[in-house]
């Protein structure tokens, strides 16, 4: 019997196998129309039309070239304008404009670590992952863009608002609107895929994944492309980047991880990790990306709360897999040293979010969690010895390997609560983190 030898790995990438169940009929219906659809190369990247120089900011930058430029957030002849500084990575060939921000919110710092991290020598030069003399299109990478919200540690603008509500905002607005309206101009309308780094609000930390309009063929690429198990589904806020980038054709993803005003090394290597997966994806840079084992396709989530105030402490980590009634936290009140309170999970389900302030009142979230129905035995098979998940761009096994990868289609169970439970356009989730 001759010998079969050696057999080479498939550079091919394999279509995920789907468990399709618990997104609604319609909706996974929309989802899977929108990733057969056919998108077209734009001229504009054709390699027979050449690659010019990219503008932005009245400044050039030649094929081949990395420039920081100063961007000021608002146009003011006298006062502080906040001037930002943009990296622009010129490719030697044609190819799509990705926009990469950090710190729409400023007291979250994931997205500036990881933006840092990715534009280090070790990350940006030759021959390495990005090098400017052999990529196709343009990255534009911009640490931080709340400038004030940044030197103050605060997740608003200089009046208070949140920035990722106020898009595509307006000149002759308040100082959010202007803001979000000189990005907005600047920045967004010229990109063709944008990805927003993001962590959890004050008191909370996010296990790393994607939010996305799945069912938005541009954003739904960039979406499994990042190579994050756990993938959200929903239009996002009104006024929020993501949103209003979908209604004008910009594919643009969601990265959450971590918690405000501190840095989890595993959410900066996972958001630095998915940026070269998105990156080689559209071809931009060589290599294949690599793929998790499963995808949670969510369309909703739930929210455990406290009903009791007092001091918490926290049972099951982020990343969790839970059982229903398993208890999650409990609280105790030093004022009532006797009395001890339990917080039980209201479904199966996986902890994508959990408290980490230890002081909560009656109404907490204490924990966010993404019910779930099928697919536990693939899913058990990446828990730890702590039933924490293990997530693939963490591990010490190569991130570009090629795996077989099973999409999970997961959504908000019908659990009656006194508040309700969060929906998928209007979560309090989105309406806090995103």
């Known amino acids: 019997m001759p010998g079969k030898g050696v057999r080479r790995p498939s550079k091919r990438r394999r279509s995920p196998l789907k468990v399709v169940n618990q997104i609604p009929k319609r909706r996974r219906q929309e989802i899977e129309d929108s990733g057969q659809e056919e998108t077209s190369t734009p001229e ?3 390699r027979q039309s050449g690659q010019g120089k990219h503008k932005i900011e009245r400044r ?28 622009v990575v010129h490719g030697v060939r044609p190819g799509p404009v990705v926009t990469l921000l950090g710190a729409i919110h400023g007291n979250e710092l994931v997205g500036p670590q990881a933006l840092t991290f990715l534009q280090s020598s070790q990350i940006l030069g030759d021959q390495r992952a990005i090098d400017v003399n052999t990529m196709s299109g343009t990255l534009r990478i911009v640490p931080i863009v709340n400038l004030p919200g940044y030197r103050t540690r605060t997740r608003y603008t200089p009046d208070g608002r949140d920035l990722n509500r106020y ?37 909370r930390t996010n296990l790393p994944h994607i939010r996305a309009n799945l069912a938005h063929p541009k954003s739904s690429m960039l979406a499994r492309s990042f190579g994050t198990e756990v993938l959200l589904d929903g239009l996002g806020p009104r006024g929020s980047l993501r949103r209003v980038s979908n209604e004008y054709e910009i594919g643009c993803v969601t990265f959450e991880g971590g918690g405000a005003n501190s840095i989890d090394s595993d959410a900066v290597q ?37 009903d009791h105030g007092g001091l918490l402490d926290v049972l099951a980590p982020v990343g969790s897999l839970i059982e229903s009634d398993e208890v999650v936290a409990t609280v105790t009140d030093p004022e009532h040293a006797r009395q001890s309170v339990e917080i039980r999970a209201p479904s199966r389900g996986l902890l994508i979010g959990m408290a980490t302030h230890p002081f909560v009142t009656a109404g907490t979230p204490i924990g966010h969690l993404l019910p779930l129905k099928k697919g536990l035995s693939t899913i058990k098979s990446r828990l730890d010895e702590d039933d924490v998940l293990m997530l693939s761009g963490i591990l010490e096994d190569p991130i570009w390997r090629e795996e077989e990868t099973e999409d999970i289609d997961v ?15 209007d979560s309090m989730l989105e309406e806090e983190d995103d």
């Open 44 to 46: 504009k990247w054709s």
């Open 270 to 306: 996972i958001a630095t990790y998915g940026i070269l997966n998105v990156l080689r994806s559209l071809r931009m840079i060589p290599g294949y990306p690599s793929s998790p084992r499963f995808r949670l396709l969510a369309s909703g989530s739930v929210w455990i709360r406290s």
């Open 60 to 87: 050039s930058v030649k094929p081949g070239e990395v420039r920081t430029v100063p961007f000021n957030l608002i146009d003011s002849e006298i006062g502080e304008s906040w001037p930002i500084p943009i990296t």
């Open 167 to 203: 898009f595509p905002g307006k000149s002759g607005g308040n100082t959010t609107q202007r803001i979000a309206r000189r990005i907005w101009n600047k920045i967004i309308k010229s990109s063709d895929y944008i990805i927003d780094l993001h962590s959890a609000a004050s008191g």
């Open 411 to 425: 959504q908000t169970v019908d659990v009656k609560s006194p508040d309700g439970w969060a929906s998928v356009d």
